[in-house]
């Protein structure tokens, strides 16, 4: 990420290809790379996915615990993301320093799942007051080449698509102590409904010394993203719907420019949304019995 | 939730009694009738009084105040310095934002040390002043400007942009602009603008069923109205498109009418500092 | 548990293994373009990534620091924070004493093979990543990083090998048993979580086990070169560490045979160069 250095004629050749909407991989400006998507990679943990997307290399796991919910929302379970950078990815982030990062990562998460609209917490609740699901998301990131926003919200709904809560079949209050018994038959669980899960859009526009207007591209890899002086990301709920917008970089823009690309983040956020379900829909095809790959091929 | 080891806790398990008396329970039924008329009174579109003040700590290189309603923020810039844990030289220099609440500026207290949105509103603080900021002027250092939320009264992260870029420009540091920051919320098809700290949480919650268009969100736009440019857009909710394109226009409208209300306070800065020179002269 | 529920009265463990027997190793390697090594590998259910970076400039040290001539390795051992496949998640992936701890262990094995004589003032970065976590993860993690560092092309002397034998910790009333079979020591080998967590002694061996055939091989006891021991669990008497020595160096000669034949394969399958 940090780690390419990239000289002036180099920035000033991937600008002009942008203009050009000719991407030094040949790509388009609104096209993705090719991506690859595989849950249940981890068998112990309640939902995974690995996401590939070009070098970009994703890892989730949800892990369902039971807590307690919050005072002020009694009727709530809770929903937490931890994004941790490896240090596979680069040597940079070795120790603390991929912590920047991976906060700045799990913050845009947590406010593109803040809407109830998106996921509904009190699905989560078993007593309320006492217990309730709390369910930790937590992604790491082996390798990345551009673009993690996309593919760390990608990765994170498939791994949540897959995610079996184990069902409650009594939950009482026994003299004022919560007494929960959970089903002993390890299918007999409850999915997520995933129908309204976002994902991230970014957009990066490239400002730089050249006035190129408002051209923007996405899916940007990382010279892309050096070149790049802000860029936006959008969080894209299948109907349409936006749940959250950041500006990330030191560049501003004009409102116009601002507005055209929530538009076509908009129309892009809902094609990926249908191309992932697509995906994880054709993967539970396959059946219970598919061979796992996980990282060996 | 980051632990304080210096100071004495209070202890974990305390839970503020609001949570369980009945005042809470009318509040909140309050706002939703402010979908018609606003509990203060105020026009949907209409900001609120705007108070600004520089020069108010003698310590800092450059400080101001702003009062935006009840909201109230403090904040100081201090001179460049060397960027510290770096080793590499950078032909920019760096901006490092600190936005704290005081522990008694919200309803609920808060801890002396920054939390995750704390710490991610002087994230969003950063970007929003960056683009307004010459940081080609000093090379290799990094400008501090905290900014302190002495009571939030709705809509603190802008009061404490706006205040935060007076104070840049307070101090003598190279600007292109001054930023503005307006506040905008919506709740199922009214949008309100500046928001009190009941209108953020009334946006906050969603109404019933998404599939009718019930919108609810908040967005903080950050602008340099001098050169029509928006340097931070902040959103969270659910929102449709069209709101969001009829909220950016009624924004930036709003922030091209704060420009003015700063400008004044820096001129009178300015004309009090030549006063000053003028008597020390004499 | 007690001890003697690790092996059963048929010789069998609760996988069905016998008690020297290894769990199932696959192996791949080259798993990511960026680093200049990877390589990933699955004992049983533990599932472990290595990368490594390097020989390039020390980072950080590179300023009147290093001036010794030998070149630094620098190891980081992670667990994923969903990597435990039984009970909590974990709070913090790494930064804690025992991933510490590891890390520098992981460091001696590593500096135990790598000719750090080649590479004056530069730095070799190895960062392991454990992803799931069911026995034996410090023995994965030192395997998949022999492995980077092969795929790497960094010349090593000689595979580093970890391996675990665990015995159950016998009460004080019962004899030694003087009667290992073959010579080939006591305890089983490649403990999985469960088994480790019975409350028996497991004593951690990374070896440079030799190839078959040299001179190593020939000597019955005393084959390999143990650069790495370590015991966690319950007390163990003197007399026992003996024999869960040989069945771990077994374990560990078993094991590179495996590692090698992975490393050929890849080598002569993947690789371009060598078809």
Redesign the interface.
């Known amino acids: 990420m940090a780690n390419t250095l990239l000289s002036l004629a180099e920035k000033t050749f991937i600008v002009h290809g942008v203009d050009d909407n000719y991407r030094t991989d040949g790509r388009n400006r609104s096209e993705y790379r090719p991506m690859e998507v595989e849950t249940k990679v981890l068998p112990h943990t309640s939902g995974s996915a690995r996401l590939r997307l070009a070098n970009t290399d994703i890892l989730v796991g949800v892990k369902a615990e039971v807590d307690t919910p919050y005072p002020d929302n009694p009727n709530e379970g809770k929903l937490e993301f931890f994004v941790d950078c490896s240090a596979n990815a680069t040597p940079a982030f070795e120790g603390k320093g991929g912590d920047n990062l991976g906060t700045e990562i799990s913050n845009t998460l947590t406010l593109a799942y803040q809407s109830s609209h998106v996921l509904d917490l009190t699905t989560l609740c078993i007593l309320p007051q006492q217990k309730c699901w709390k369910l930790y998301v937590d992604v790491l990131i082996l390798q990345c080449d551009g673009n993690l926003f996309d593919a760390v919200a990608l990765a994170v709904k498939a791994a949540l698509y897959s995610a079996q809560i184990p069902k409650v079949t009594t939950a009482t209050l026994d003299g004022g102590k919560a007494d929960i018994q959970l089903s002993d038959d390890p299918f007999d669980c409850v999915k997520l409904d995933v129908g309204s899960f976002p994902v991230l859009v970014t957009l990066c526009k490239n400002f730089t010394f050249i006035q190129i207007g408002e051209n923007c591209v996405v899916d940007p890899t990382s010279e892309e993203e050096e070149c790049s002086a802000a860029s936006i990301v959008v969080a894209v709920m299948p109907n349409g719907r936006i749940t959250s917008v950041v500006k990330t970089g030191y560049g501003s823009l004009q409102p116009s420019t601002l507005v055209k690309t929530l538009e076509l983040a908009k129309d892009i956020g809902i094609k990926l949304n249908a191309g992932i379900m697509n995906a994880l829909k054709e993967e539970d095809e396959l059946g219970s019995q598919r061979e796992i790959f996980g990282f060996l091929k | 939730m980051p632990f304080d080891q210096k100071r004495i806790n209070g202890p974990e398990v305390s839970?503020?009694y609001s949570?369980y008396t009945d005042v809470n329970k009318s509040k909140s039924s309050k706002p939703k009738k402010s979908l018609h008329k606003r509990v203060d009174g105020r026009e949907h579109k209409d900001l609120r009084k705007i108070f600004v003040k520089t020069g108010v700590i003698s310590q800092a290189k450059g400080s101001a105040y702003i009062e935006v309603g009840i909201t109230k923020v403090v904040c100081s810039v201090f001179d460049p310095r060397e960027i510290p844990n770096k080793?590499e030289y950078s032909l920019q220099g760096e901006l490092f934002c600190e936005f704290k609440y005081a522990p008694f500026a919200c309803a609920k207290r808060r801890i002396h040390q920054q939390d995750?949105e704390e710490?991610?509103f002087s994230?969003?603080m950063q970007?929003s002043l960056?683009?307004?900021v010459c940081?080609q002027e000093f090379p290799n250092f990094q400008v501090d400007v905290y900014a302190l939320v002495l009571d939030n009264g709705g809509s603190s992260l802008a009061a404490a942009i706006m205040c935060a870029s007076l104070a840049l420009a307070d101090a003598s540091v190279p600007m292109f602009g001054l930023v503005t920051a307006v506040s905008a919320g919506f709740y199922k098809d009214t949008m309100f603008l500046d928001l009190t700290v009941e209108e953020e949480v009334l946006c906050?919650?969603?109404p019933a069923k998404?599939?009718p268009p019930?919108?609810?969100?908040l967005i903080m736009q950050a602008?340099?109205p001098q050169?029509?440019?928006?340097?931070?857009?902040?959103?969270?909710?659910?929102?449709?498109?069209d709101c969001?394109?009829q909220a950016?226009?009624t924004l930036?409208v709003a922030n091209k009418n704060i420009c003015p209300v700063v400008q004044q306070c820096l001129v009178k800065t300015v004309l009090r500092a030549l006063k000053r020179k003028e008597q020390e002269k004499n | 548990m007690s001890g003697q529920d690790l092996v059963s009265d048929q010789g069998l463990r609760v996988d069905g293994r016998r008690a020297n027997e290894l769990r199932q190793i696959r192996v791949r390697m080259g798993v990511f373009g960026q680093s200049d090594g990877s390589a990933y590998l699955e004992q049983g259910n533990t599932k472990v990534l290595a990368a490594v970076y390097g020989p390039h400039q020390p980072r950080g040290g590179g300023r009147g620091g290093n001036r010794s001539g030998t070149g630094i390795i620098n190891c980081q051992y992670s667990m994923a924070v969903f990597s435990f496949s039984a009970g909590e998640r974990k709070k913090r992936p790494r930064g804690d004493r025992k991933t510490q701890e590891t890390s520098l262990q992981l460091r001696r094995a590593i500096e135990a093979i790598v000719q750090v004589e080649l590479y004056p003032r530069s730095q070799i970065d190895v960062f392991v990543e454990v992803l799931q976590s069911d026995g034996s993860d410090y023995c994965a993690a030192v395997n998949a990083a022999t492995l980077a560092l092969i795929d790497a092309g960094i010349p090593i002397k000689d595979y580093s090998v970890g391996c675990t034998a665990t015995i159950a910790s016998m009460g004080a009333s019962e004899e030694v048993d003087s009667k290992d079979e073959t010579g080939s020591g006591t305890g089983i080998v490649d403990a999985n979580h469960m088994e480790e967590c019975t409350g028996a002694t497991t004593l951690t061996v990374v070896a440079l086990p030799g190839a078959p055939g040299s001179n190593y091989e020939s000597d019955t006891d005393n084959s390999g070169l143990v650069v790495v021991a370590q015991g966690t669990g319950a007390r163990l008497h003197l007399s026992r560490l003996e024999g869960l020595r040989q069945r771990a160096l077994q374990g560990c000669r078993d094991t590179r045979v495996i590692l090698d034949q992975a490393v050929r394969f890849h080598l002569t399958t993947h690789d371009p160069h060598f078809i």
């Open positions: 839970v503020p949570v080793n995750a710490k991610e994230l969003v970007r960056e683009p307004a940081r906050n919650s969603a998404p599939n019930n919108n609810h969100g602008a340099l050169h029509d440019q928006i340097s931070e857009f902040f959103l969270v909710g659910s929102i449709n498109i969001i394109k950016i226009e930036t």
